[in-house]
């Protein structure tokens, strides 16, 4: 749908230019914009971040990661080559 809107122009012109660094469309960026002020995404909750382990201890997820767990050994290792 078309429709016209009026912006004043240093709030126009601020608007162009972010959506030319973004390599986006003036009406890309609006639509983004309205989205995120009418269509709020709910933060997450303490359970999307943790989970509670066999022992009943939080464990904190890490999305991406890949590493090793870091566990009590890893960390007294570390200490020792950094000689804390």
């Given amino acids: ?3 016209t809107l009026d912006l004043p122009d240093d709030l126009l012109i601020e608007a162009k230019a972010t959506a030319a660094r973004r390599r986006m469309t003036l009406r890309e960026l609006v639509t983004r914009a309205l989205e995120r002020d ?3 995404v709910p933060p ?3 359970e999307e971040h943790f989970t509670i382990d066999e022992d009943g201890w939080p464990v904190f997820e890490r999305k991406g990661y890949t590493g090793p767990p870091v566990t ?3 960390v007294n290792r570390l200490r020792e080559q ?3």
């Fill in 38 to 40: 009418l269509r709020p």
């Fill in 1 to 3: 749908m078309k429709t």
């Fill in 44 to 46: 997450p909750t303490a």
């Fill in 82 to 84: 950094e000689g804390i």
């Fill in 72 to 74: 009590n050994e890893l």
